[in-house]
């Protein structure tokens, strides 16, 4: 189905290509071939999904477009039954881009609403426990049971330190997915650490960005840890860091990863397809993060040394 669309469109335009200029097929099929070829890589792709009926429209309108093509001999009359052809398909993948942009947003919506019902369930679960908690221990302490009292409120405050990690003075989202991201990475085996001045949530990105951010970075790191931590038989760790110095948010992502070939790291956060992850990973987090840094004025850069893999992220302080 993904050559059906072009293939109208070479179709489409070879026709009118054919009547207006009275040239044959065989010269006016390549020209408009090259064409739509041409548009499919400036496009990234044609592939339309807007819904039937309004499809079917728009092709009607184009087909009559087509068919009065017949009745003129003019060229400038031609010309403009072409241009408004091309008018109609420009509508389209303008109105298929819209709508797939607004999907694409909903569906980060939906992503962030269950990232965070995630955590205000446990945080939920946890204020909900409490009491049970404290009188286990109350228990323990009646009964003189001082070292196993100790070792239980060690690990119950461990538990609770690493909720209170994720979201300390947080906005939803990003207390979300910076949640989502530490599950992750505990069942993985890949040790987050977060090392924050202030919330990040402080930082001038709307939540919608941030997520996608800190989302991309942090599934990119602990991709490469998992990758790292299974060649060299080691626990891997990966760290975030976020501070405010001289007027700009500096946030910090550093991971264990192995060797990255020259021309990966020379094209790396340049090209879109560029990842530093082997098997079928399309290099689409390093796009996203490197088009979120640009949207807010910020600057991205990043070392490769010692098997450890540094993004530092700069953006200034204005809203």
């Not at 072009?6 to 009275?22: A, E």
């Not at 119950?156 to 991201?181: C, F, P, W």
């Not at 505990?186 to 977060?194: A, M």
């Not at 891997?236 to 990863?257: E, V």
Request: hydrophobic share 40%; charged share 20%; proline share 3%.
């Amino acid at each position: 189905m993904r050559y059906v669309y072009p293939g109208l469109l070479t179709v489409l335009l070879t026709l009118h290509l054919t009547m207006l200029f009275q040239t044959p097929f065989y010269v006016s099929g390549p020209i408009s071939l090259i064409v739509i070829l041409i548009l499919n890589f400036k496009l990234q792709g044609l592939n339309i999904q807007l819904n039937l009926i309004i499809n079917m429209a728009l092709w009607g309108l184009q087909l009559v477009l087509l068919l009065s093509q017949f009745e003129t001999e003019k060229l400038l009359t031609g010309l403009m039954i072409l241009i408004g052809s091309a008018v109609i398909e420009g509508c389209r993948i303008y109105f298929n881009k819209f709508i797939n942009t607004s999907l694409k947003e909903i569906s980060l919506l939906e992503g962030q609403r269950e990232q965070m019902n995630e955590t205000f369930q446990i945080v939920r679960q946890e204020r909900h426990d409490f009491l049970k908690h404290v009188s286990a221990m109350q228990i323990m302490l009646e009964n003189n049971q001082f070292e196993e009292t100790k070792d239980y409120f060690h690990t119950l405050v461990q538990d609770y330190e690493k909720t209170n990690l994720s979201i300390k003075g947080e906005r939803g989202a990003t207390a979300g997915i910076l949640h989502q991201m530490r599950h992750k990475g505990e069942k993985t085996g890949v040790n987050v650490i977060y090392d924050f001045e202030q919330p990040l949530s402080s930082m001038p990105v709307p939540d919608t960005d941030m997520v996608k951010l800190i989302g991309n970075l942090l599934s990119n790191a602990i991709d490469a840890s998992i990758e790292w931590s299974k060649e060299k038989q080691q626990p891997a760790f990966l760290t975030l860091q976020f501070q405010k110095r001289a007027g700009l948010y500096i946030l910090t992502c550093t991971n264990q990863s192995l060797p990255i070939p020259t021309d990966v790291l020379d094209n790396l956060y340049v090209k879109s397809g560029i990842t530093t992850k082997s098997g079928a990973h399309e290099g689409l987090g390093t796009k996203i993060i490197k088009e979120t840094v640009a949207l807010h004025s910020g600057h991205l850069d990043f070392t490769y040394k010692n098997e450890e893999f540094t993004v530092k992220i700069k953006v200034p302080a204005i809203r």
